[in-house]
Structures are given as structure tokens and as C-alpha cells.
């Protein structure tokens, strides 16, 4: 009987008593689940002793590299490398650090 109960008692609300019937149910839940509090992997940067002994260990961690790739040395690349090299030296286009001297200011 009880459950014809509730039933008839669904029955007798609006659409909009039964929508914000869930929204509060929904939102009675989210408090709750932050009331609990969180892992110590969601509280960001986290000393040793306020976490489980060797719990990092176990925690999968993305990260990026900054790192250039190195380039694939080939024949290819060697070869022009090398023509590179001797069309500067047939030109005189090196790239000598010319000594300045700076001259005392009085």
C-alpha cells in the first residue's frame, strides 16, 4: 500500500514540483560529495607526510616533455650539412665573434 502511496503522491505534483524535486536531490548529493573531501591528488601540491606511505608510487602522472625532437641523421642530411659547410668557406661567410674594444669614457 505504501507504494501506491507514493505513486498517487507523484501523481498529484506538477512537472515542475517533480523537476525540482531532482534538482535538489542532485544538488543534496554534489554538497555531500563536498563535504566528504577530496583525495589528497585533488588538493595540489601536497607535502609527504600528509599523504599515504608510498601512495605516489601507485598514481599514474601525465607530464609534459619541452624537449626538441632530435633530427634523424641520414645521408641525405649529412651531405647537405657538408655542402653548407663548403659554400660558406668558398663564399668567406664565417660567423667569427669580432672583438670589440670599448673605448674608457672620461
Known amino acids: 500500500m505504501v507504494v501506491n502511496y507514493f505513486a498517487a503522491e507523484e501523481q498529484r505534483k506538477s512537472r515542475h ?8 536531490d542532485k544538488i543534496r548529493k554534489f554538497e555531500e560529495e563536498n563535504l566528504e573531501g577530496r583525495g589528497w591528488q585533488l588538493l595540489g601540491e ?3 607526510n600528509k599523504r599515504p606511505v608510498n601512495s605516489l608510487l601507485e598514481e599514474p602522472i601525465e607530464f609534459q616533455h619541452a624537449t626538441k ?3 634523424t641523421i641520414t645521408q641525405e642530411v649529412t651531405t647537405k650539412v657538408e655542402d653548407l659547410i663548403k659554400q660558406r668557406i668558398i663564399d668567406g661567410a664565417f660567423d ?3 672583438k670589440r674594444i670599448e673605448k674608457p669614457k672620461r
Open 46 to 48: 601536497i607535502q609527504a
Open 69 to 71: 625532437v632530435a633530427p
Open 17 to 24: 514540483e517533480i523537476r525540482q524535486k531532482r534538482l535538489d
Open 96 to 98: 667569427d665573434v669580432i
